[in-house]
């Protein structure tokens, strides 16, 4: 087979067989096909597009890429959660330890922050001690043990997808609904899973600006799910404004732990709802609620009763981390040095709060990174004292940015901020949090 | 500028700015921009298309990216040819002195063999001493003394056109009508001519095998040259058949010799009508005739009162080779030590002589490239004996293979001829060899 061919063929609208698929991902991941036909043949793949079939097949082989986790030694259903990646989308760090203290095991593989997006092993780095780089033995023991544990993405899972991603996020090639999607599921699917709850992001804040294409998305990643037998369930979630109160790596898990203390009245409204109707999600397809709703009422005790909190500490001392921090979270986590009130120019009703503007804002503040090699501040973040549809004084405080490396970039942080805040006279109809759910 | 966002920008389908094209080309050029992003870029382009602008600017910046040959000190208007490409195509060889005898100075650079088509330089150099490699000090200097001057292509000349047609060969970008005209232009424009004859080929030896993308081709081309102030014109012939009697290095300039010295009995009619057509338009353009027709009827005599092979000697002369070449080709260009006879399994009409098959076959003998690296036998190619619409006896010779360095090929080659032959009891209708003449 020839690369030129091969290219040729998806460049004139032609469907790719398995085998042809699997020449090209195996063929680059060994370096025998260099990166020039490589982001040719992307390219060609982005604007003529791949079907459904095409696209597990790309999933299939960039599994085959590296190691597939076996995870048959761990009793019962595993259930993971993937986000498409939001603004203070700190749901993972509480939903996971609930889900496993109702009995379903989360092997968990995360990501890092991008852009104006968070990530949940940055977020749980700023524990101190707590360790994300576990060989695959010592996650899958810990599994069995505890029934949670959350990790990065070793070079081991679907290396394909990391030298193909690496190329696609220099030759504008991301934006792909079916090379995203296969992305996405690979690591997935070589993780081991059972069960996969997506929480697809919409909005101005997410990948995807619009539900349709959001829905696609998830369609997409549904189907190959569904090739792949795995069960999977996909909510279409606001990203509009962000998620919670929380937008920063130690605030995130101040407010995981205000979560799992049943402290919810201290908490938006739309944290609460997400962490419980995606745990529902998970017991039900996990067998440990016959609906989801079951599930959820199940994953709303969890968080009264404290056996999500137990498990949460379960997870950090076996990681590494201080567990005190639950305890005495402000006490344990980094303090930011430097606090910023943001007052309302205008009095009315809170009408927009951009998720993209205040993730940016939090980025400057030194929440997130600015380029590859940039260290985080763990302190760095917003605490927001509004959401859409609150009412504000002129001159009420909004939020407060908090920073400790990056006090010079507070006044950008603030403008950029503002750029996302728009207060009306007239009251916003309510934010819909969740637009839908598909299902396998 | 970021190169990713010109990227996204044409994936997307955007028109791009000169600015922006001119980035691209120079950064490229220049190494700043990697052989993975050029080649997404190019992809892009080839799928999203450009638009007669876009592909002036696209020549123009490759023009840019070296030299521009100023012929000014050349007295006269000055003109050149340019053919797609194609099998038993040795035009130039006879038409440059002739146009040049005729009073129009002939600033020639030409290319080599590639695939199964012929190329100017390597007949020229099948005469012995001939030398292709001249300085652009020398180039100058011979076209004032002579009027006439057949290099190849520098370094020096658009240098973004040399590598990013490389990076197309192994891409599957080459096959862009945009991409094709502004590569084709861009050696034109900075070689310097004032009028460019185009020869677009189409049919099955042809790059372009339709009528209508034939057209479209010219079209483009014909686009950019108006832009650049270049007077053209551009006829387009047929290449489903083998031009003339002759396929292959020596071969082609004996046949030149024998156009030149008036022996047009002896060639096929199409050779000759195609010779004297394009010479015709070019004294048009290079004002040396009121119409095409009446430059037609002083190319014809030119080559029946021996001026026109006097021109040809000059040259010769000039760049180092034999001149008695003229006097006794069969003595002085190398021959072939094998000669094999193609007979006629039927009897009947020949009705189809593919060209790229005989093509083929001549490459198979030796007359051609297999790789970039392959030595060519100058004495190899094909005699035809019959042309579409003549009669033949079953058993009777159609064709002679000839070769030196290929003997073992002999077979393969046969087979790849007769692949390319049918014999019908129906007389065909006769060849159009002109479909069509489009100008500036």
Not at 85 to 96: H, N, T
Not at 259 to 286: H, P, Q, S
Request: aromatic share 4%; net charge positive.
């Amino acid at each position: 087979m020839l690369v030129t061919d091969l290219i040729a063929k998806k460049r004139d609208g032609a469907i790719l067989s398995q085998e042809e698929i699997e020449f090209f991902v195996s063929g680059y991941t060994k370096n025998e096909i260099p990166d020039y036909q490589a982001s040719a043949f992307l390219m060609a793949c982005f604007l003529r597009g791949l079907t459904p079939k095409e696209t597990s097949f790309l999933t299939g082989a960039m599994v085959r890429s590296g190691e597939v986790l076996n995870l048959s030694s761990v009793p019962g259903i595993k259930a993971d959660k993937h986000s498409t990646g939001g603004v203070g989308d700190g749901i993972s760090l509480a939903l996971a330890p609930l889900v496993a203290a109702c009995g379903v095991p989360v092997p968990m593989i995360s990501g890092r922050a991008l852009g104006h997006t968070g990530g949940t092993l940055d977020k749980l780095e700023s524990i101190p001690g707590f360790r994300t780089d576990l060989s695959k033995d010592q996650f899958i023991k810990q599994l069995k043990e505890i029934g949670i544990c959350m990790i990065g993405q070793t070079l081991s899972i679907a290396p394909a997808d990391k030298k193909i991603y690496a190329l696609r996020d220099v030759t504008s090639t991301v934006e792909s609904i079916s090379l995203i999607s296969a992305s996405i599921m690979s690591k997935k699917i070589a993780e081991g899973t059972d069960v996969l709850i997506l929480d697809v992001k919409t909005g101005s804040g997410a990948f995807m600006k619009d539900k349709k294409s959001a829905k696609a998305l998830a369609k997409a990643m549904l189907d190959i799910g569904r090739r792949a037998r795995k069960k999977m369930a996909a909510l279409i979630t606001d990203m509009n404004q962000p998620l919670g109160k929380m937008i920063g790596n130690a605030l995130e898990i101040e407010q995981t732990i205000e979560l799992l203390k049943g402290e919810e009245n201290r908490l938006t409204r739309d944290f609460v709802e997400l962490t419980d109707v995606l745990g529902g999600w998970m017991l039900c397809l996990g067998g440990k609620a016959k609906t989801s709703n079951e599930g959820r009422a199940k994953i709303r005790s969890a968080r009264q009763d404290g056996s999500g909190l137990a498990k949460f500490k379960e997870m950090i001392q076996a990681q590494g981390g201080d567990v005190s921090v639950c305890d005495h979270p402000q006490k344990i986590l980094p303090q930011a040095r430097v606090k910023k009130a943001v007052l309302s120019p205008w009095k009315g009703y809170v009408n927009v709060l951009e998720a993209k503007s205040l993730g940016l804002s939090a980025l400057l503040l030194g929440a997130g990174r600015q380029t590859k090699e940039s260290a985080i501040d763990f302190s760095a973040g917003i605490i927001l004292h509004k959401k859409i549809g609150d009412t504000v004084e002129r001159g009420e405080m909004i939020a407060e940015l908090l920073t400790t490396t990056h006090e010079s970039s507070l006044k950008i942080a603030e403008e950029k901020f503002l750029s996302g805040l728009k207060v009306s006279k007239v009251k916003p109809k309510p934010v819909r949090l969740i637009h839908d759910i598909l299902r396998t």
